[in-house]
């Protein structure tokens, strides 16, 4: 089993920034991509960005540029550093673990394919 803690939620005014944790515990080794999800009122879960364990990255064309996908291995530890924000992106965020590759961009379409699931961390972006 693999437990996933999200930390670093809150309110923001448009432009500004945030950065959110997701911290791992557990058989992490059996982890090879992790990445962020978010979901709004009324919306279906999307992929915001995701990572491999050899640290390749990819992200959803809407934060590409603005977000950044990190980790650091040593403390099991995965951060989503979010500049620049807008309102739209305003949603829960979830950190989830999956025992597949990244491979590209195709994970971060397949939120069915990550097994462990964080509780989640609200964002609110206001105008």
């Known amino acids: 089993q693999v437990q996933l803690v999200e930390s670093g939620g809150g309110s923001v005014q448009s432009g500004g920034s945030l950065r959110l944790s997701c911290a791992a515990s557990g058989y992490t080794y059996s982890i090879h991509c992790i990445g962020w999800f978010r979901q709004a009122p009324g919306k279906e879960r999307e992929g915001v960005a995701i990572?491999?364990?050899?640290?390749?990255?990819s992200y959803a064309h809407s934060v590409k540029g603005r977000f950044t996908i990190s980790q650091d291995s040593a403390k099991n530890t995965m951060y989503l550093q979010m500049n620049s924000l807008k309102p739209e992106d305003t949603a829960m965020y979830y950190c989830?673990?999956?025992?597949?590759?990244?491979?590209?961009?195709?994970?971060?379409?397949?939120?069915?394919?990550?097994?462990?699931w964080g509780q989640g961390t609200q964002v609110t972006v206001s105008s």
């Open positions: 990572i491999d364990s050899d640290g390749s990255t």
């Open positions: 989830a673990a999956s025992g597949y590759y990244c491979s590209g961009y195709w994970l971060l379409l397949r939120p069915d394919k990550y097994k462990y």
